[in-house]
């Protein structure tokens, strides 16, 4: 598969990876945001590859698993109405709410349906013109253009039996909060390379300003990761702190603008809570006055049902890169992909799942 | 998060740009992605599709750029001849 | 809003309680005191239909206890009786497939493809099969026809006979049009004597050829995720590729088992599991085609995980591995066979597999289906 491929060959991984420990003089500590490169790291076991003074920790990029708990609640509850069809992305249909999740509300008679893209719930609900559909609009904002799209042709076309549920987040913030905690230990960061292809680069460099980190927007694949961690090692022992792009092939400083203008359009920033982090101010993205009336927890009141997140799981310290997840005393044995407390375990791109996927022999 | 994956445009159509669209190409599998938002795109071009859309047009000269410079750290390692 | 909380039960002993209770804002909610109440699932979900961890507990929880008895408690895909001398292998399937006619095949064919496939799993000859039809009122009868004759045209070619059936209607709504349960009958030869746990330290481990082809061929035509492609199942009944791979060794090979649903990687650790063994396979030897890969790519879906219908798994003892790999190169349905793997030493059922780079991952048992994913 071209563009995949050949950022998996094998024998330049293990260049690079030397590469990096010819660089490498002292420990650095990195943190790579999107739960998809933590995948990759995973599964291709990209960690037993580096020098042992790079360490690698897992942050909150996973925007299924830092869904608030009251919103899957709210979206189970939504559901379980007889006249909904609940459209979703297949991550969320197993993510945990305060009692049950999407499967189990599905077993009870709820109508959920699993979509690969927002436009197929608009052709769902074309054709139930007497159902309302539903769709469960999560993501990180690579996946903000899409859903925003759904909502102005929902919008264009008047089609009336149309909602979402808005559970954007935004990841400068989340980043932002880590560097700015006072136990934050992570010294450069892999940006997230979809995100940026669809925002740019540039937020980043305030933030690089602001806190003297250095960060280096990295793609999905092997190579990709490897070669943003050899620049973040490089800018590190050079003392350098900048952005830098490695995934030049999808991503430019200013993105896809004809995407953000549709976001701009549709959605603004508001704050959001995070599952298992708590609140983060301008963190997330609700719907605009002009299309409010495509807001489902609205239309169906469910803006007030709250929830409580559960005491013994540590995904915030996890999803923050504090913890690793087999330093949580639950995790493989009272926590697992079977019967998650947190988030993190649910979400095959959560950093305890991957762990354990691939991980949990060591 | 993201999953996006590079695919071959093999045919577009629609002129409303809200509602162009492309037969993509990944691997002989074959699906109809949005170009909304990549109004530039032409059959021929390599697009990264996420959940149905097309997010950006894949730079090949930046791709073959990065990759002869990855490979070439490899040759480098490989020879001994890498800057220490 | 209020509504009433149905008080949460628990099957594994914690003693925990789950009195709703108001919080704050005045909803009543349930104190998430306890790990997991979605451990104990109190309704069917489909994940228990998925061959992953799910289904195996419903086997063990519900199943089993009630059932025990010597030969059920073996676990294998098929039943070894002993009938007046004779060694006869019994199985029973239900073939609930979505859509009924689907690239390569159809529910029909599957049903005969698949209960055969169960008995030379075995090492048997299949001789009979009974067919049992669940009809949903409503349905078309030209669908019925098609599919019948499919049946029976499969059957014909792979040699066995449908020798007895049933036939019962549902109402409209509660049949998902067309289900077909089988049973299969077949003799198992002299000397042969197959079983999940029977694999040993250094075996190994062939697969017949290339995998993830039925489970894209029918997701392919799925509601919300069509895509075109030229993939279709591999639809195939196995048992002469079983009969040449039998010629060459009755007893290097140790078992076999057909990857359906849950794929490759469930497999390995039922036999693993059952074995009590560690099994290490090589992911650059795991024959994929490319339009599986890409869109095994494209949905998030890993093709270890997707089902196959028409491929089989033998752990062989290495003495006898080669021969056994030529011996099904040989036969149209084994060409792309490869050894993928080794059995490694006693240890409680784990698979793992060591990628081109080197490192090595767990290939886990999934809890239930996959599911496409944008993350």
Request: with cysteine; net charge negative.
């Amino acid at each position: 598969m071209k563009y995949v491929d050949e950022y998996r060959d094998p024998k330049i991984a293990l260049n690079v990876a030397g590469e990096i420990a010819r660089k490498v003089t002292q420990p650095w500590v990195l943190m790579e945001v999107c739960g998809g490169q933590t995948h990759t790291l995973m599964r291709y076991g990209i960690d037993e590859l580096l020098p042992p003074q790079v360490e690698l920790v897992h942050g909150p990029g996973c925007p299924v698993c830092v869904t608030p708990l009251e919103v899957v609640d709210r979206a189970i509850r939504i559901a379980s109405l007889p006249h909904v069809i609940l459209v979703s992305y297949g991550d969320m249909l197993r993510v945990p709410g305060s009692q049950s999740d999407l499967f189990q509300a599905k077993a009870r008679g709820a109508d959920v349906r699993v979509a690969y893209s927002p436009i197929d719930a608009l052709r769902i609900a074309r054709e139930n013109p007497h159902r309302e559909v539903v769709f469960f609009g999560v993501g990180f904002e690579t996946t903000a253009p899409a859903n925003a799209m759904a909502v102005w042709q929902a919008k264009r076309e008047c089609l009336a039996n149309f909602s979402m549920i808005v559970s954007h987040v935004l990841v400068p913030p989340a980043m932002r909060m880590i560097l700015g905690s006072k136990s934050n230990r992570v010294q450069g960061f892999i940006a997230p390379g979809h995100v940026c292809t669809v925002m740019g680069f540039g937020e980043y460099e305030e933030l690089v300003s602001d806190f003297r980190v250095p960060m280096v927007v990295g793609g999905f694949e092997p190579l990709d990761l490897l070669e943003a961690i050899s620049m973040l090692v490089s800018q590190l022992e050079e003392g350098r702190a900048e952005v830098e792009n490695q995934y030049a092939r999808s991503v430019n400083r200013e993105g896809n603008v004809t995407a953000q203008n549709l976001m701009r359009e549709v959605f603004e920033v508001t704050d959001r809570k995070w599952r298992g982090i708590g609140a983060i101010a301008d963190s997330g993205y609700r719907l605009r006055a002009a299309y409010a009336g495509f807001d489902a927890e609205k239309r169906f009141g469910m803006a007030d049902l709250n929830a409580e997140e559960p005491p013994e799981c540590i995904s915030a310290l996890v999803l923050q890169g504090l913890k690793k997840p087999v330093d949580c005393p639950a995790f493989g044995k009272r926590c697992t992909p079977m019967k998650p407390l947190g988030a993190p375990m649910v979400s095959a791109e959560g950093a305890c799942a991957a762990y354990y996927q691939y991980k949990r022999h060591d | 998060m993201c999953l996006a994956v590079p695919g071959k445009v093999v045919s577009v159509e629609g002129d409303d740009p809200a509602f162009r669209a492309a037969r993509v190409d990944f691997c002989g599998i074959r699906k109809t992605v949005s170009l909304a938002f990549t109004p530039e795109v032409q059959v021929g071009d390599f697009v990264l599709v996420h959940v149905g859309f097309a997010l950006t047009r894949i730079d090949e000269e930046e791709a073959a750029r990065t990759f002869q410079y990855l490979a070439q750290i490899g040759a480098l390692e490989e020879e001994g001849l890498a800057p220490s | 809003m209020k509504e009433s909380f149905q008080p949460l039960l628990h099957s594994r002993g914690s003693e925990c309680v789950t009195e709703p209770r108001a919080s704050a804002s005045g909803s009543a909610v349930t104190p998430f005191s306890c790990p997991a109440p979605l451990a104990a699932v109190e309704r069917i979900v489909l994940g228990h239909g998925s061959g992953g961890r799910l289904s195996a507990e419903l086997l063990r929880d519900v199943f089993l206890p009630m059932f025990s008895n010597p030969v059920l408690d073996r676990l294998e895909d098929q039943a070894y009786l002993e009938i007046g001398g004779v060694r006869v292998a019994f199985t029973t399937d239900s073939f609930v497939v979505n859509p009924l006619f689907f690239p390569g095949g159809d529910i029909g064919s599957l049903a005969v493809h698949g209960t055969i496939n169960d008995l030379a799993m075995g090492g048997a000859r299949p001789l009979y099969i009974s067919a049992g039809f669940i009809l949903e009122e409503g349905l078309d009868m030209e669908v019925l026809r098609r599919a019948t004759a499919s049946m029976a045209a499969a059957a014909r070619s792979a040699g066995v006979a449908i020798v007895t059936g049933d036939t019962k209607v549902v109402e409209k709504g509660k049949g998902d049009g067309l289900f077909i349960n089988t049973t299969g009958i077949g003799i198992v030869p002299e000397g042969v004597c197959l079983s999940a746990s029977n694999a040993r330290p250094g075996d190994r481990v062939i697969l017949s050829g290339s995998i993830g082809d039925h489970g894209i061929a029918i997701m392919a035509t799925r509601d919300g995720l069509e895509f075109e492609t030229a993939i279709v199942s591999d639809s195939a009944a196995l048992h002469t590729l079983v009969d040449e791979m039998l010629c060459v060794s009755k007893t290097d090979i140790r078992c076999m088992r057909d990857p359906t649903r849950g794929g490759v990687a469930s497999a390995l650790n039922e036999i693993a599991a059952q074995s009590g063994v560690k099994i290490q396979i090589e992911e650059g030897q795991i024959p994929v085609r490319d339009e599986v890969k890409g869109a095994c790519e494209l949905l998030g879906l890993d093709p270890l995980y997707v089902a196959n219908e028409g491929k089989l798994l033998a752990v062989v003892s290495p003495e006898a591995a080669d021969v056994i790999l030529l011996s099904m190169r040989r036969h149209p349905l084994g060409r792309d066979a490869a050894i993928i793997g080794t059995v490694g030493e006693k240890r409680a059922g784990l698979v793992t597999m060591r990628t081109p780079f080197g490192s090595t991952r767990i290939v886990d048992m999934l809890a239930g289906d996959q599911l496409p994913r944008i993350c």
